[in-house]
């Protein structure tokens, strides 16, 4: 089936920093990709919609000035967790489709440590 | 609004025992249900979708439009199908998914 990589898979940074997640759709081209968030013993919770050369779509009561997503290419999209305290670690999930409604695949996970 | 519920968040049996995990979901128009599984120290991954009536790894669910049920089935539980599983259904517009709080399906030896 297709694959769907993140990088990294595990980052600890110090509060106030920012943090790049990659989301990486490996053998297919992928127009919309997905992030989510996981907290722990939680269940995932969509956190935008990452549209290929457009802007993303971000869901209620998330800030699109501290989650910033970037779609630049058919195959890569970027989450930046800017100025990151330590309420924003969590477990930061990436989807992707070949298209249409297409399976959904997801990626590994990264684990995100803001201490 | 849309909302999932999988009353249960800890499922325990025996292996070769019956298993079923509940899902109730309330949602405008007409979804396509999914059941998402996760292993331990995996990605998530699909296990089936109601449009496809298939069944997976023993798994069968069943869409119940009255009931707005999808409960995911298996007759004989194997000690591997240990796992989270997640209710997922899906709006025809678009590709994103409403994830249930999952249930922890625990298959003892």
């Known amino acids: 089936g297709a694959v769907v990589s993140q990088h990294p898979s595990r980052v600890i940074c110090k509060s106030g920093t920012s943090v790049k997640i990659e989301c990486r759709s490996l053998?297919?081209?992928?127009?919309?990709m997905f992030w989510y968030r996981q907290f722990p013993k939680q269940s995932l919770m969509l956190m935008a919609t990452?549209?290929?050369?457009?802007?993303?779509?971000?869901e209620q009561g998330v800030e699109k000035d501290k989650f910033l997503i970037n779609h630049a290419s058919l195959t890569l999209s970027t989450l930046t967790v800017t100025s990151a305290h330590p309420e924003d670690s969590s477990f930061y999930i990436c989807?992707?489709?070949?298209?249409?409604?297409?399976?959904?695949?997801f990626g590994p996970g990264t684990r995100l440590t803001v201490l | 609004a849309q909302r999932v519920t999988q009353p249960e968040k800890l499922l325990s049996v025996f292996k070769g025992a019956p298993v079923e995990l509940k899902c109730n979901y309330s949602?405008?128009?007409?979804?396509?249900l999914f059941w998402y599984v996760q292993y331990s120290r995996q990605r998530l991954q699909l296990l089936l979708r109601?449009?496809s009536r298939e069944s997976i790894k023993g798994f069968t669910a069943d869409l119940n439009k009255g009931e707005t049920s999808f409960h995911l089935k298996k007759p004989f539980a194997q000690e591997e199908d240990s796992a989270m599983y997640y209710c997922?259904?899906?709006?025809?517009?678009?590709?994103?998914?409403?994830f249930g709080p999952g249930t922890r399906l625990s298959v003892l030896p």
């Open positions: 989807s992707a489709g070949p298209g249409g409604k297409d399976t959904q695949y």
């Open positions: 053998d297919f081209q992928a127009t919309t």
């Open positions: 990452s549209n290929e050369g457009s802007k993303a779509t971000y």
């Open positions: 949602y405008s128009g007409s979804p396509e």
């Open positions: 109601h449009i």
């Open positions: 997922a259904p899906r709006d025809n517009y678009g590709q994103n998914f409403v």
